[in-house]
């Protein structure tokens, strides 16, 4: 019998669901059990085509409608991922294995968020206008075209809203390929999208690996690339943009720190610290992942991470209860196994945690190390799983030294009493995305992105739109034209 999570069909082109099984096959793992649940086809180059010429084609006549028609339609499109909210989070489940007590509300629903947001946004983008003297100048804001989403693998359903909502307000169109690890849930939101109102071409899902996105990402036709990758596929995405002379998006990685002075209020510094180490099994970007405690506050911070950390349920990702998923797939498991055997030799000392969990899927259990040191590579490298490092700082100064010496910068969260300290602290780390006495929270009225290695350009809010348009400018002379001859 068919799973239910098997999609009708590999690819979403212009309205319909496309099939081509000469593509390479790309197995569907479900991480809590190791069983495959489902297969797609990587596009081929008929299929690439395809979803770039519908794409193309539907782009003028969606950039023509009026802002409000766009936005009504993406609303509409919030509206329907709400009600379905229950089993588009059992289909991310089963894409990443994320527990649904996490997908019920942080998937879809921001997702839908994104959708509706920017749905709102879509009748306000004007442009200016300057006066000089009896002439003046006027400027649009125009859709940049044809647009390229490139996903990862940690939030299917979020990352194809993140990309495509604020596209389709600005009137582009976009060809989006999931992350072949999670490629269901695109697919959803490409449908539900056409339930909505759009027309058909204007938001295309097409499947694949590396190769797949490279040939979007090349095509002459596409005006823009939006990325959520790591580092290395971000540098090459960027060079073969910058080819074309396109617009670019990157959301890459990062090692963030997360800083807690002895006057936090110790729950609160822990629960942030969880937070921004274990949602999602530890596999998201923006994690904290370096959590610098000062010396005064380090065992008692300690003792009560490891308590709280105890607490984690860890089990069948569809039960409620469950509320620490496995690693998306057995790779990335050994990696971020093979990454705590190198904080054990290199002389971390161990709190929690520490290995594979004794039950079928690719569970690691949450892992805390402490008395990490700067240079240890569990410090230096974004492991993208559920291990923690906590380091020791005497001095503000020192600690935001040692935070900024990293390639990443994509978070930073500070925990303190003390508000002035709080402010100057933040001010001083490279980070896109900061928190203070909190951390992760990612709502879309917030800009979303990192400084250095960690991205180019902004996701959600008002900065998302000035990624996905262009300003034109027209002079306007009411009088004569002089000339020299
Ligand atoms: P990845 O870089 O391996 O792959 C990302 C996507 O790029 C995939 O869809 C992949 O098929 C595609 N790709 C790979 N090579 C390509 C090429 N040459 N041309 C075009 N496309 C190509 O990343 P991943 O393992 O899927 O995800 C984990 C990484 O993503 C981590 O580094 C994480 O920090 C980062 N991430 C960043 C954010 C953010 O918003 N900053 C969010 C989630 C994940």
């Not at 976009?174 to 690890?181: A, L, N, R």
């Not at 971020?336 to 705590?340: A, D, M, N, Q």
């Given at each position: 019998?068919t799973?239910p999570?098997?999609p009708?069909?590999?690819?979403?082109?212009n309205?319909?669901?496309?099939?081509?099984t000469a593509?390479?096959?790309?197995?569907?793992?479900y991480?809590?059990?190791?069983?495959?649940?489902a297969t797609?086809h990587?596009a081929?180059?008929a299929i690439v085509?395809q979803?770039l010429?519908t794409?193309?084609?539907?782009?003028?006549?969606?950039?023509?409608m009026?802002g409000?028609?766009?936005?009504r339609?993406?609303?509409?499109?919030?509206d329907?991922m709400?009600e379905?909210?229950?089993?588009?989070s059992?289909?991310?489940?089963?894409?990443t294995?994320?527990?649904l007590?996490?997908?019920l509300?942080?998937d879809?629903?921001?997702?839908?968020?994104?959708?509706?947001y920017?749905?709102?946004?879509?009748a306000?983008?004007?442009g200016?206008?300057?006066?000089?003297?009896e002439?003046?100048v006027?400027?649009?804001r125009?859709?940049l075209?044809?647009?390229?989403?490139?996903?990862a693998?940690?939030?299917p359903t979020q990352?194809?809203?993140w990309?495509?909502?604020p596209?389709?307000?600005c009137?582009?169109s976009?060809?989006?390929?999931?992350?072949?690890?999670t490629?269901?849930?695109?697919?959803k939101?490409?449908?539900i999208?056409?339930e909505?109102?759009?027309?058909?071409?204007?938001?295309?899902?097409?499947?694949?690996?590396?190769?797949?996105?490279?040939a979007?990402?090349?095509?002459p036709?596409?005006?823009?690339v939006?990325?959520t990758?790591?580092?290395?596929?971000?540098?090459?995405?960027?060079?073969?943009a910058?080819?074309?002379?396109?617009?670019?998006t990157?959301e890459?990685?990062?090692?963030?720190?997360?800083?807690?002075?002895?006057?936090?209020?110790?729950d609160?510094?822990?629960?942030g610290?969880?937070?921004?180490?274990?949602y999602s099994s530890?596999?998201?970007?923006?994690?904290?992942?370096?959590?610098?405690?000062?010396?005064?506050?380090?065992e008692?911070?300690?003792?009560?991470l490891?308590?709280?950390?105890?607490?984690?349920i860890l089990?069948?990702?569809?039960?409620?209860?469950t509320?620490f998923?496995?690693?998306?797939t057995?790779?990335?498991?050994?990696i971020?196994?093979?990454?705590?055997e190198?904080?054990?030799e290199?002389?971390?000392?161990?709190?929690?945690?520490?290995k594979?969990?004794?039950?079928?899927?690719?569970?690691?259990?949450?892992t805390v190390?402490?008395?990490?040191?700067?240079?240890?590579t569990?410090?230096?490298e974004?492991?993208?799983?559920?291990?923690?490092?906590?380091l020791?700082?005497?001095?503000?100064?020192?600690v935001?030294a040692r935070?900024n010496?990293?390639?990443?910068?994509?978070?930073?969260g500070?925990?303190?009493?003390d508000?002035?300290?709080?402010?100057r602290v933040?001010?001083n780390l490279?980070a896109g995305?900061?928190?203070?006495n909190?951390?992760n929270?990612?709502?879309?009225?917030a800009?979303?992105?990192g400084?250095k290695?960690?991205?180019?350009?902004r996701?959600?809010?008002?900065?998302?739109?000035?990624?996905f348009s262009q300003?034109?400018?027209?002079y306007?002379?009411?009088g004569?034209?002089e000339?020299?001859f």
């Open positions: 019998m799973h999570a098997q009708k069909a590999s690819h979403f082109i309205g319909e669901y496309v099939e081509d593509g390479t096959p790309i197995p569907v793992i991480a809590a059990t190791g069983e495959q649940i797609v990587a081929t180059p085509e979803a010429s794409a193309k084609a539907a782009q003028t006549a969606w950039a023509k009026t409000t028609e766009r936005g339609i993406l609303r509409r499109a919030a329907i709400r379905r909210n229950h089993d588009l059992v289909l991310e489940t089963y894409d294995g994320k527990p007590q996490e997908t509300v942080a879809a629903t921001s997702g839908a968020d994104a959708l509706e920017f749905g709102g946004l879509a306000s983008l004007t200016e206008h300057i006066p000089l003297g002439d003046w006027y400027t649009k125009e859709a075209g044809l647009c390229v989403g490139i996903g693998w940690n939030y990352i194809a809203c990309k495509g909502a596209a389709l307000a009137g582009n976009m060809v989006f390929k999931p992350s072949e690890t490629p269901l849930c695109a697919l939101v490409a449908e999208l056409i909505a109102g759009a027309p058909a071409g204007v938001f295309n899902v097409v499947q694949g690996m590396g190769e797949v996105g490279g979007l990402v090349t095509d036709r596409v005006d823009k939006s990325l990758g790591s580092v290395p596929t971000g540098k090459k995405v960027y060079a073969a910058a080819e074309g002379m396109k617009h670019v990157m890459l990685g990062g090692k963030s720190p997360l800083i807690i002075f002895d006057d936090a209020d110790i609160n510094a822990v629960g610290a969880i937070n921004g180490n274990f530890g596999q998201v970007c923006s994690n904290g992942t370096r959590v610098f405690v000062q010396k005064g506050i380090k008692k911070f300690l003792a009560r490891a308590e709280r950390t105890g607490n984690a089990g069948d990702p569809m039960d409620e209860a509320s998923g496995p690693m998306v057995e790779n990335q498991m050994n971020v196994l093979g990454y705590i190198k904080g054990k290199e002389g971390a000392r161990l709190i929690c945690g520490g594979r969990a004794d039950m079928d899927g690719y569970f690691i259990e949450p190390f402490a008395d990490v040191t700067d240079d240890m569990i410090a230096r974004e492991i993208f799983g559920p291990v923690m490092s906590v020791d700082f005497d001095t503000e100064e020192e935001v935070a010496d990293t390639e990443f910068g994509l978070s930073a500070v925990f303190t009493k508000f002035t300290r709080a402010h933040i001010g490279e995305s900061c928190f203070i909190s951390y929270d990612a709502p879309v009225e800009p979303f992105g400084v290695a960690s991205g180019v350009g996701e959600n809010s008002k900065e998302a739109i000035k990624h300003v034109k400018s027209v306007v002379r009411m004569d034209v000339a020299a």
